[in-house]
């Protein structure tokens, strides 16, 4: 078997990693796989330009978007600095699978933002389910409220604008230990700890949380390499966050290399 075969293999069972999302997605990348130009890119180089293809493959072959959440987002990317921030709509897209897997009805978000996974969550859980939508500030939830109203689910929502972690707090000094289903967390990366902690107390044996962002566009894989202080504030934490994560049985752990890396937590 040559060497360039070997390699191919290898990219096609990282890429099969994801593919439980996408189907049968590894088998028909590598017929399309190109011939390799004559002056071979690093496998890392290699692994990103494939990986970016394959989620475009993904989205254009998967993607089922409620035409009020591709609105909102349609939104948010001509109208709202920051428009990064959406979360994946692939990812989220999973995330509505996951919700109905767990007939989720009590959720909670950490960050906000538009409230693109907010939306996608009203519309998946029952009539009598409910999201808390945390964020610091109102000023970009706020762009989210018409997309809300329109889509007919803003008496499932409950935006409480602070600190998350006072919000989190305040939900447990309820008594709402133990009752919530999903938690996603797409925040400041160096609280994660703390609303982990938080998180577990609140979820229900069974209930799933979900951290965004854990590979940091690639910035965990090597901290050596150039970034800002800001990022390199956020990627030292998360890098030691990822280590935690695998040592900590409170939870079924799954590290998902989708969008920029998703982390599933599954209370215990
Ligand atoms: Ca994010």
Redo the contacts with the bound molecule.
């Keep these: 078997m040559s060497s360039l075969l070997n390699k191919e293999l290898g990219i096609a069972a990282g890429i099969a990693v994801t593919s439980f999302v996408a189907g049968n997605l590894a088998a028909r990348y590598m017929s399309a796989t190109p011939t390799p130009p004559k002056e071979q890119p690093s496998a890392k180089q290699d692994n990103l330009k494939k990986s970016r293809t394959a989620d475009e493959y993904v989205e254009e072959n998967s993607l089922r978007e409620p035409a009020v959440l591709k609105e909102l987002r349609e939104y948010t990317f001509k109208n709202v600095p920051m428009a990064k921030?959406?979360?994946?709509p692939c990812q989220i897209q999973f995330f509505r699978l996951l919700l109905n897997m767990l007939d989720a009805k009590k959720c909670i978000e950490v960050?906000t933002?538009t409230g693109y996974n907010v939306l996608s969550t009203a519309l998946t859980i029952p009539s009598d389910g409910v999201i808390y939508a945390l964020d610091i500030n109102e000023d970009y939830v706020k762009e989210g409220y018409p997309f809300f109203e329109k889509a007919g689910v803003k008496d499932k929502i409950v935006v409480k604008i602070g600190p998350a972690v006072e919000s989190l707090d305040e939900l447990i000094s309820k008594g709402e230990t133990e009752t919530f289903d999903f938690i996603y967390v797409?925040a400041d990366k160096i609280s994660y700890e703390k609303y982990l902690d938080r998180a577990i107390l609140l979820l229900k044996s069974g209930g799933i949380l979900a951290f965004?962002?854990m590979l940091q566009g690639g910035l965990v894989l090597d901290l050596t390499q150039e970034m800002t202080p800001e990022q390199r504030h956020s990627a030292e934490f998360l890098y030691k966050l990822n280590q935690k994560l695998k040592l900590d049985n409170r939870f079924q752990l799954s590290f998902l290399n989708i969008?920029?890396g998703v982390t599933l937590c599954r209370k215990l």
């Design positions: 921030m959406v979360s994946d960050g933002y797409d965004d962002n969008a920029d």
